[in-house]
């Protein structure tokens, strides 16, 4: 095949003939001469570059078909010998591949960015999703953040008010509390001091000793003051002795001590229901306070899972979003590079396959054809001296035993040596 040519074999323009070199004077002949040919067309480089651009060649074969095209594409298509003409041919699969090759890598990617939009719609409803359920959970949250709030305010105050209540009830309590032990007070007083004064069987030295007992009370019976320096005399003498003043005296003193136990058992008959009352009150505001704690407690409970309801709406967000963002990359970098594919294929179109179809058809000028013709001389002269003759640009001789060109198969041209 192609790429198994020998190195140390080379083309003349016309191909007429293979001839077998030193392989440093080849080199040079064949280097000199294709370089000579491409400057003098510049189209070659455009038929050229599409050869090193096939895909199916391997290096060795893209390296004999540049070598080989300047003079297959410079020679007229009536004076192409059967290689000449096998290149031309062989290239043009090298170019239909190249354009088949772009087209379907264009082609391919078209169609697989249209199913990368549609995978951004979904992407892109996945973020207004995630948008749409944050701003609801963000008005959830702050609806229990509002309710948390006045539960919160209602439950301070209503524990104020337990609390004011209990500090009520406790002063009231010791007051009444205070009534009933000066009433009960009072009540023994009577009993154990004032009953043996009034009854008046008591020796002196007894009876100042009770006397002793009541006194600090009278003081707040509002005696009158007459009566009140009499006691101390009156009080002190026996029943048998006491005049009719002293009795008086006496007397008054006893019933002023019954108005004021009277009185005493008065207040703390009032304040029981007071005590039933209050105590009834402070019950009934703790409840309701304890129930607004409950609330509160509640409410707490429904923010907090606001909260991390929205911190997990957030974080659904962020995470759509970043997909959003890397598929938009990757988007864009996959439109780049339709577009520069694109550019790829048109500018192949344009100037590789124009410069292809321009030189496979066309016979070059006459100055070409000049300067392909000096550029041979040099050739034929070196190689003068190892018995080669160089056929004329304008003939066209069949190979020597010492090469075979077998043909064209499926557009590539077999080259053999024997």
Known sequence: ILAQVHPQLICCRCFGRCVVMAPTKRSQSDVSLSAKRSKSEP???????????????????????????????TTPVDQRHELQTAVVGMVGDVVDEVKKYLSDELTLKTAAIADVERDRAVLFSAVADAEVRKTEIESTQETCKVTLADITKTFCSKRAECESSKKQQQLDDERHASSVMCADFFAALMESSLKPIVEGELEQSDAEGH??????????????????????????KKLCDRSSFDSIVVQELARS??????????????????????????????????????????????????????????????????????????????????????????????WNVECYNMLKDRAPTPDVAAQLCEAEEPLVKSHANDEIQEPTCESAVQPESGAQVLGVEGGLATVLTT
């Open 43 to 73: 189209m070659l480089e455009g038929v050229n570059s599409a050869i090193e651009m096939s895909k199916s060649l391997p290096a060795e074969a893209k390296t004999m078909l540049v070598k080989l095209s300047p003079a297959s594409f």
């Open 211 to 236: 006397f002793k007992m009541l006194l600090p009370s009278t003081e707040s019976l509002n005696l009158d003051s007459s009566l009140a320096s009499a006691l101390s005399l009156s009080c002190l």
């Open 257 to 350: 001590f019954q108005a004021k136990l009277l009185t005493l058992q008065s207040v703390v008959a009032e304040g029981v229901p007071g005590v039933q009352a209050r105590s009834s009150a402070v019950q009934a505001k703790e409840r309701d306070s304890d129930e607004w704690r409950e609330k509160q407690t509640l409410a707490a409970a429904d923010f907090l899972a606001a909260q991390k309801v929205l911190q997990d709406a957030c974080a659904q967000l962020c995470t759509a979003q970043s997909n959003l963002a890397t598929f938009d990359a990757t988007h864009a970098a996959a439109k780049d590079a339709i577009s520069r594919n694109q550019c790829e294929l048109e500018s192949f179109l344009a």
